[in-house]
Structure formats: C-alpha cells, structure tokens
C-alpha cells in the first residue's frame, strides 16, 4: 500500500512553498516542485517507488530560511521472551504418633479424700449510724462558660500559572500522562526556550489558555531565530491544580514523532 504524509503549518498554510526530499539512506535528492501548503505527498508515487521517510526541505516563497523536516524510520521494539519456570511441590512428612501401653501390674491406686462438712459461721450484721451535720453548708458557686470564637477558613484560590514540556509517544495526551512531562511555573512563556529530551516519540508543550500563547516556535536557545519547528495546535485539555481548581490548557504537539532532543524558543 502507497504510504502518504501530509506536510502542513500553522504560519504557512496556503502559501506557495518548494519542497526538496531527499530519501533516508540514499544520496539522491528529489525535487518535488512548488505546492501549495497543506500539501499530501504520496512517495509511491514516484519513479522507482520511495518511502515517506527521510528529510523534507521547505522553502516558502518570498521567503529567506529554509524549513527542514526530519522524518524517521520508526525502529522496531522487540518483544520478550517469557520462559516457565517450574515450581517445586513439597512432599508432606508423615511423623509417627507414639501409642502408649498400660501395665496393668503397675497401676497404683490413689484414695480418695472424703470431704467433711465443717460448720460456717453467719456474721451478725450492726447497723451503722450516719451522723446529721447542725452546721450550714457553703452555698454553692457559680462556674461562667467559657464562649467559644470560631476561626475563620480562607478562601481557596488556584495556585501559580504552570506549563508543561517533553515528550510523549501518543498522539493525543491526557492530564493523567502530564506526570511524564517537565513543568514550571511561568505568568508568560513566551520570549523564552523549553529544552525537549531526546527519545523517539512527540514533543508536546501544554500552556494554559489564560496565559499569552507563542506565535511560532523556533529551534533556538537564544532568541526567535533558527529553523522553524511545526508544532500544531491539536486542542485543549483540562488539569486539575494542586489546589482543585480545573485549568484549561492548549495543546500543542509536533507534527511527527522525533529521535533526537532539541531546544525550543516560543516566540512571541
């Protein structure tokens, strides 16, 4: 079956764009012309047939940095192998019980003690006289009741805006796999760099929606400058904060799964 891959972006959709691919594993290059963005390449296609893996070269039109587009052979994850292990049954110890025999030559005889009824003595019984006091008792004294002030509870807000980066192996993500991720509390992510761990798999940058949000991303460290990064804007999930407040976030995820770390730059 004819593999396809669709090559796309958020800031050049519609545009004119010449793409150059270059095989993975081979040293020639094709030149697949000028298409308009989004654009679906069918390597089948060509003459002979190629696969879909191996680096795109993206020129827009009118424009003056190239995009590079790294696609990957995923490599194959081998499946263990479980071998039985046998399990030794314990063999029950049958331990003898000793009969004890009686000699009847050797029985002994004990007597038995007649018990004798002594006579019990019934204590007489004095009555005791309770003495009544002539004298007045204090008058008894009132206690006051302490009264007791209730504390006031304060009130609950959401804890410090927070994002998350790193890579994930699915397609979509769930705000129970954040733990996977990095995290930092930030009141603006934008004009700063995230730093995306090596690994074959997505990267991923959630950003809550109340927060400003970058307008591209860039392979830099050092300012908005560098190749472009397609991260697409694949929806919103919604994360519970360390203070039970829900938190909506955007999220946005590379275009394909990536081998090697990189750092990014969110510009603003």
């Given at each position: 079956?004819s593999q396809?891959?669709?090559?796309?972006?958020?800031?050049?959709?519609g545009?004119?764009a010449?793409?150059?691919?270059?095989?993975?594993?081979?040293e020639?290059?094709?030149?697949?012309?000028?298409?308009?963005l989004?654009?679906?390449?069918?390597?089948?296609l060509?003459?002979?047939?190629?696969?879909?893996?191996?680096?795109?070269?993206?020129?827009?039109?009118?424009?003056?940095?190239?995009?590079?587009?790294?696609?990957?052979?995923p490599?194959?994850?081998?499946?263990?192998?479980?071998?039985?292990?046998?399990t030794?049954t314990?063999?029950?110890?049958?331990?003898?019980?000793?009969?004890?025999?009686?000699?009847?030559?050797?029985?002994?005889q004990t007597?038995?003690?007649?018990?004798?009824?002594?006579?019990?003595?019934?204590?007489?019984?004095?009555?005791t006289?309770?003495?009544?006091?002539?004298?007045?008792?204090?008058?008894?004294?009132?206690?006051?009741?302490?009264?007791?002030?209730?504390?006031?509870?304060?009130?609950?807000?959401?804890?410090?805006?927070?994002?998350y980066?790193?890579?994930?192996?699915?397609?979509?993500?769930?705000?129970?796999?954040?733990?996977?991720?990095?995290?930092?509390?930030?009141?603006?992510?934008?004009n700063?760099y995230?730093?995306?761990?090596?690994?074959?798999?997505?990267?991923?940058i959630l950003?809550?929606?109340?927060?400003?949000?970058?307008?591209?991303f860039?392979?830099?460290?050092?300012?908005?400058?560098?190749?472009?990064?397609?991260?697409?804007?694949?929806?919103?999930?919604i994360?519970?904060?360390?203070?039970?407040?829900?938190?909506?976030?955007n999220?946005?995820?590379?275009?394909?799964?990536?081998?090697?770390?990189?750092?990014?730059?969110?510009?603003?």
């Amino acid at each position: 079956m004819s593999q396809t891959i669709i090559i796309s972006s958020i800031n050049y959709d519609g545009e004119l764009a010449s793409v150059i691919f270059t095989p993975q594993g081979s040293e020639s290059v094709i030149n697949l012309g000028n298409v308009t963005l989004p654009f679906t390449f069918q390597a089948g296609l060509l003459t002979p047939p190629q696969d879909v893996y191996g680096t795109y070269t993206i020129l827009v039109e009118n424009g003056n940095c190239p995009n590079i587009l790294n696609v990957p052979r995923p490599t194959p994850t081998p499946t263990p192998t479980i071998t039985p292990t046998r399990t030794v049954t314990p063999t029950p110890t049958v331990t003898p019980t000793p009969t004890s025999t009686l000699d009847p030559c050797r029985i002994t005889q004990t007597p038995t003690n007649t018990p004798s009824n002594t006579p019990t003595r019934t204590p007489t019984r004095t009555p005791t006289a309770t003495p009544t006091s002539t004298c007045p008792g204090p008058s008894p004294t009132n206690t006051p009741t302490p009264t007791t002030t209730p504390t006031p509870t304060p009130s609950r807000t959401p804890e410090e805006s927070k994002i998350y980066w790193g890579k994930f192996s699915g397609g979509t993500i769930t705000s129970g796999d954040t733990n996977l991720l990095s995290s930092g509390y930030t009141s603006n992510p934008t004009n700063t760099y995230r730093s995306i761990p090596s690994g074959f798999a997505y990267g991923y940058i959630l950003i809550p929606t109340g927060l400003t949000q970058p307008s591209e991303f860039r392979n830099s460290n050092v300012g908005c400058s560098g190749s472009n990064i397609p991260f697409n804007n694949i929806g919103t999930i919604i994360i519970v904060d360390a203070n039970g407040f829900s938190i909506t976030y955007n999220i946005y995820r590379t275009f394909f799964q990536i081998t090697d770390g990189f750092d990014v730059w969110l510009c603003s």
